[in-house]
């Protein structure tokens, strides 16, 4: 992969780069071999008309490689948007993006973007043992606005958007809003809190473990709620924090098994992290 990062003039910069992907993966399950070998262009801009105010574009094509460890030193966003996802091995996918963020104050920014995935999916017939490509279709969508009124509180409000349409054989198409509401209080001392309280709103057309097609959606409130302590000199963070807080019950298909949007039970996790 290649990245080049050029000045232009009116305060923007040109992202142009490019990846090439070779890759063979014998399925053991039909014993047949999927290779799929493709050039990714890259393309990206990003505009400061005035200072406070920031205009980013892109498009380019991804190969979802094998990755060790699922990490990469390759750069992971153009122009702020994402590159990969936990889309199935050699999945071929198009993304278009356009953003928009704006200062209006010292301690008030918010902002816009709108992206959207045309995916190719590798799939398994696993009664006739071919292998076939599946085309999926996503638009994800996101607005947000954060303000720090004092020195130790932070607020933060998101509207977050996802449409979903797998249009051949299985005629799968949901859509997912999310809106997070969080605040951050901070005490000169170390001691910090922090609360967050998101809205999910989900339903479309989902596919069960038997492959049936059903009709589905549920709208729910999730609380985390996490406390720590910040060590003397930065020597680290001491922190617990509580995910789906009340335990509670729902139904959502969750699209990203890695880096999930929630908990589907109560989670609590103790960090401690230190810095020499």
């Keep these: 992969y290649l990245y080049s990062l050029s000045s232009l003039p009116l305060s923007a910069t040109l992202i142009i780069g490019g990846s090439a992907d070779l890759y063979r993966d014998r399925e053991k399950v039909i014993d047949k071999l999927l290779e799929r070998n493709q050039f990714n262009p890259k393309f990206g801009l990003i505009w400061n008309p005035v200072p406070s105010t920031t205009f980013r574009m892109a498009g380019f094509r991804v190969m979802k490689r094998a990755l060790i460890a699922n990490e990469t030193i390759e750069p992971t966003q153009v122009a702020g948007f994402l590159q990969f996802f936990d889309d199935f091995n050699a999945t071929d996918s198009k993304v278009y993006g356009?953003?928009?963020?704006?200062?209006?104050?010292?301690?008030?920014?918010?902002?816009?973007?709108?992206?959207?995935?045309?995916?190719?999916?590798?799939?398994?017939?696993?009664?006739?043992?071919?292998?076939?490509?599946?085309?999926?279709?996503?638009?994800?969508?996101?607005?947000?606005?954060?303000?720090?009124?004092?020195t130790w509180a932070a607020l933060s409000a998101e509207y977050q958007f996802e449409h979903i349409d797998t249009e051949e054989s299985f005629n799968v198409d949901f859509k997912t809003h999310r809106v997070p509401l969080g605040i951050n209080l901070y005490h000169p001392e170390g001691v910090f809190v922090k609360l967050k309280a998101t809205y999910m709103n989900q339903e479309g057309n989902f596919i069960d473990s038997s492959s049936i097609i059903f009709e589905g959606g549920d709208q729910y409130w999730i609380c985390d709620a996490s406390i720590g302590y910040r060590l003397p000199k930065r020597f680290g963070i001491l922190s617990i924090e509580a995910k789906n807080l009340f335990d509670r019950t729902f139904m959502f298909e969750e699209i990203d098994t890695l880096n999930p949007l929630i908990q589907p039970d109560r989670l609590i996790i103790g960090k401690l992290t230190l810095s020499f």
Excluded at 134 to 150: A, D
């Design 98 to 150: 356009i953003g928009l963020d704006q200062k209006f104050s010292s301690n008030l920014s918010g902002g816009i973007e709108f992206t959207r995935r045309d995916l190719d999916l590798p799939k398994i017939d696993v009664s006739s043992g071919d292998i076939f490509e599946e085309n999926e279709k996503e638009k994800l969508g996101r607005g947000y606005l954060y303000w720090t009124p004092f």
